[in-house]
Structure formats: structure tokens, C-alpha cells
């Protein structure tokens, strides 16, 4: 690899840890915000739908129901837009997170219409397209191949950290982009969490500066390693 290829690889590890903190935030908003609905984690939207359906006292089911089909959509959407590029960052993909931070923008001046505490007709469809929103950022980042570092979700990331490590026999590990990104998605939620007593608009504005940065560093640092590139070949 590479010094060119090497700074490029770092710079979108940092990128989507970054991601990974915005999606704490977002999942902060969702569950404490829009009646305990994951807009990133669809394993706990999966596990409150089945424990909703089997009767369990003060869980929803509709807003779990619509994020988990919210999410598979914008997924969809996201894989559809990068299918035909190949593995990396490139135009295409600083457009997929600059749409994404412009929907968080969107459902960011709706909060702030509505005073902070959407209604209920409201509240499902700032889920609805907050999921989507997630789903759309969750396939363009697998696209990305970051290893360990989905932006999203963190359990096969926490079982890699463990089943890798010493103490399970393991000779070594890239266990600082493992912490990073439990600690970054742990960090995101209470910022979150902590904005959310001044009202949803908060978070998701922070949310969504987070993921225009990302869009942006990330536009230009690939645009110079294309540049130094060619200037090298």
C-alpha cells in the first residue's frame, strides 16, 4: 500500500467513526425521542417487535415495524447508487452522505416547527424517514468495506474485540478501531441523550453537522489522493 493509498484508508476509518458517533446520536433521538424506536439498530427494533407482539406492557410496535421497513428501503436505495462503482471513496459517494445529512437537516427544521415535540402524525414520519435516512448511510458505508466499521450497529465489532484478544488466545487485533468505534456509538447516544432535555431539533442538528463534515473532508481528502495520484503515475 501506498503512503497515498495508506492516508486515504486512515482518513475514511476516522470518517466513519465519526458516522458512528452521529448514529448514536440519531439512535439517542429515536428511543428516547419517538417512542423507543432504533433508527440505526434494527437488531433492537427486531427484539422490541417480537417482545411488542407477544404482549409486553408500555412497547410500540408500529414505529419498530415502519423504521425496520424504513431502514431495508433506504438500504436498498443505497445499494442500487453505488452498485455499479468500485470499492472506495469517490463523487458518488460524498453526494450519498451529503443527501443523508441533508434529510437530517430536513427533519431538523420539522422539529424545530413543531416545537421541539412533534405529535404523534409527525413522529412516525420523522421515524420513517430518519431509519431510511440510516439505512441509505448503512449501505453506502458497506459499499466503503471499512473493516469493522459498519456505522450502524457494533456487535460483531464487540464480539471481534473479544473473541480476538488475548485472553481468548488471539496473537493481535486492530483493536483501537474495534474500542473506537463501541466507545464513539456509546458516545454518540449520551451526547444525545443529554441534548434531548432542550428538545429533539438538538441532537439531530448536531446529527446532521457531523455527517455534512464527514461528506465534505471526505470529498476532498479522496479528490487529493486522485490528484497526487496521477501526479505520481
Known sequence: MTDGSKRQSEMTLVLMLALTFSTGIVDAVG???LDKVFAGNMTGNVVILGMAIAGADGLPWVGPLVALIAFMVGAVIGGRTLR?????WNTRTSWSFTAVAAALAVLTGVTIATGGVPPKPWELGITVLLAAAMGFQAAVARHL???DVTTVVVTSTITGLAADSVLAGGSGQPWRRRAGAVVLIALGALVGA??????IALPLGLATVVTAAAAVVGHFAAHEGRRVAAARA
Open 31 to 33: 428511543y428516547l425521542g
Open 84 to 88: 455499479r462503482e468500485t470499492i472506495g
Open 145 to 147: 468495506a471499512v473493516k
Open 194 to 199: 443529554l441534548l434531548l432535555r432542550f428538545g
